[in-house]
């Protein structure tokens, strides 16, 4: 009896801590104008862009921002403070204000992808990050991938298939009203 009961609470212990573990894995909840899109992080690929993405959903910093470029068969960009502004010209151009270090890994570009943009330099990702909607291999190795979208790929569709100007900027605004990190 004495070893039945050792050998259960042994079980019961590694079914908590496997159980606990879950619990602990975090995704972020974009809630968007057109449906919601999760993602999961990569943070064994990309540690420091994954605390960097929680850190500015955390702060409110997407909430209100649009998707602000699309291109069917390629992908959808976000993340942009510039594009709370009704004024399109300076889409795209925004940043928190600081650059983080590239981070670049061996996930290929696939569709559902999600990964920073940047400028020509490497180092010069902040905020904005983009999904592809198609597998997009030959950015493999120039930009940090760090996460893929695990629900919503649906949404991420529609987006990319709004009507858009001559600078890919959809015609209607396409609002992350909320990007939370919730724990599953």
């Known amino acids: 009896m004495k070893k039945f009961i050792q050998m259960t609470v042994i079980v019961l212990v590694g079914v908590l801590g496997v159980t606990a573990w879950v619990q602990a894995e975090e995704v972020a909840v974009i ?38 470029r699309v291109i069917p068969g390629f992908m959808i960009q976000g993340g ?14 925004g940043g928190p204000g600081y650059s983080i270090k590239a981070e670049f ?5 696939k569709r559902g992808i999600v990964s920073m943009a940047r400028s020509s330099d490497p180092n010069s990702a902040g905020s904005q990050f983009y999904i592809v ?7 493999d190795g120039q930009y940090t991938v760090f996460g893929k979208v695990i629900k919503g790929m649906d949404v991420v569709d529609q987006i990319v298939s709004a009507p858009r100007d001559r600078r890919d900027n959809p015609n209607e605004r396409i609002e992350m009203k909320r990007v939370k990190i919730e724990k599953r």
């Open 31 to 68: 809630e968007t104008t057109k449906g919601t899109i999760e993602i999961a992080f990569m943070v064994d690929k990309a540690p420091g862009h994954v605390k960097n993405f929680k850190d500015l959903a955390n702060k409110k910093f997407y909430d209100g921002t649009t998707f602000h």
């Open 80 to 93: 942009d403070p510039n594009s709370k502004s009704p004024d399109k010209s300076s889409h795209g151009m």
């Open 105 to 109: 890994n061996d996930v290929s570009h």
């Open 133 to 139: 909607v198609k597998d997009s291999t030959f950015l």
